[in-house]
């Protein structure tokens, strides 16, 4: 249901989605520059400042009626990985799909899909906003992320969970997609390793078979084909040290709407 902050993160949303969209088609030219990268990272500690004052840490995002429902809701990004492993386990109905839980915890752990679906599930209707400047409508059922970290019990030095996916970033297959969010947003209700789409099996353009939902976020940060969700103390030793495939070709990391 819709709550008291729903109209303010709609307009935060369209407008950042409207930027974003902007920005896309120069932001692989700036990233490269030694200053714009510089304005990102100002502008996304005040958004992010910003955002803390007005939306409480345990806000939620609006929750729709089944009524307004997309009818189709698009891919972006990948809309098939090419890694060899995930095609294998897509031709076997993801019967073989593993998601390992690593780094800063006490009780690594490795899920089946059967096992994810067998955990207690939640089931919401909510709007992706991207930054390319489209929207939709959707119902997501999966695990409550949260869940599965107090399986794990994160050690004290975790601050961010890092999402590592099926999508092969080079031709050699050795850099993969990853997204990343903080603990706060990691444990929100609303943050699901979501598994349905439309009270369906994810589709593999949509992110089969588990793809994250940080329902407060922009639709970058909502990383899919999940492989693996390791917790981590810094950004420093992975990939580009900016949380994120497209954070390190110059978006911002924290993506709040």
């Known amino acids: 249901m819709p709550n008291d ?18 920005l896309l088609a120069g932001c692989d030219r700036l990233s490269q520059t030694e200053w714009f990268p510089n304005v990102l ?10 955002q803390k004052l007005i939306v409480p840490r345990n806000a939620m995002a609006q929750e729709f009626s089944p009524a307004d429902i997309s009818p189709e809701f698009r891919s972006n990004g990948t809309s098939n990985p090419s890694n060899p492993v995930y095609q294998a386990l897509a031709a076997n109905g993801f019967k073989d799909y593993q998601l390992r839980i690593s780094g800063l915890v006490e009780h690594p752990a490795v899920y089946s899909l059967a096992e994810l ?64 969010i903080d603990l706060d947003e ?3 209700p609303q943050t699901l390793l979501a598994y349905a789409l439309n009270d369906a099996p994810l589709p593999v353009k949509n992110g089969a078979p588990i793809r994250l939902r940080v329902e407060r976020q922009l639709g970058y940060k909502m ?29 911002e990391w924290f993506a709040g709407i």
């Open 223 to 251: 990383a899919k084909y999940v492989m693996e969700i390791k917790l981590v103390d810094s950004f420093s030793d992975i990939a580009g040290g900016k949380g994120g495939y497209w954070e390190d070709r110059g978006y």
């Open 186 to 188: 990691a444990y929100h």
């Open 41 to 50: 990272s100002s502008a996304e500690k005040l958004t992010q400042a910003a």
């Open 5 to 22: 902050n729903s109209g303010r993160r709609r307009f935060l949303g369209r407008v950042l989605a409207t930027s974003g969209s902007l």
């Open 117 to 180: 679906k067998a955990l207690p599930s939640r089931s919401q209707i909510t709007r992706h906003d991207c930054v390319e400047g489209w929207s939709a409508i959707g119902k997501w059922q999966g695990v409550q992320l949260s869940q599965l970290l107090q399986r794990a019990q994160p050690l004290a030095s975790a601050r961010y969970a890092v999402f590592y996916c099926f999508d092969p970033m080079d031709a050699q297959g050795t850099t993969y997609y990853y997204e990343s």
